[in-house]
Nanobody
Framework: QVQLVESGGGLVQAGGSLRLSCAAS????????MGWFRQAPGKERELVAG???????YYSDSVVGRFTISRDNAKNTVYLQMNSLKPEDAAVYFC???????????????????WGQGTQVTVSS
């Protein structure tokens, strides 16, 4: 049974930083692309960043230069380092795994096979 467990969310002031973690189990972690999505109230879930099994990365325009996705295959964990946070970054952040055809840049929610429960990020202005 595949499980993705996010952690690291919380309340931070604008301009601050947070690091999210997603611990994966039940799958051969090193073989799969991973991604971070977010969903704000009343908005659609959107891809924030993705990373291939080999370490290639993708970022949405809204976070490029501020967020960094990385993975530690020895720990079966993917990270999202978020710097220079803005109030508009506030959302529930979800970890996702195993994108269809390995397309770690896919924005289509349905193309990602596994999902975590999410972690709340709140940014105060």
């Amino acid at each position: 049974q595949v499980q993705l467990v996010e952690s690291g969310g919380g309340l931070v002031q604008a301009g601050g930083s947070l690091r999210l973690s997603c611990a994966a189990s039940g799958l051969t972690f090193s073989a799969y692309g991973m991604g971070w999505f977010r969903q704000a109230p009343g908005k659609e879930r959107e891809l924030v960043a993705g990373i291939s099994w080999g370490g290639s990365t993708y970022y949405s325009d809204s976070v490029v230069g501020r967020f960094t996705i990385s993975r530690d295959n020895a720990k079966n964990t993917v990270y999202l380092q978020m710097n220079s946070l803005k109030p508009e970054d506030a959302a529930v952040y979800f970890c996702a795994a195993d994108p269809e055809r390995g397309r770690f840049y896919s924005t289509a929610i349905g193309s990602w096979r596994y999902w975590g429960q999410g972690t709340q990020v709140t940014v105060s202005s």
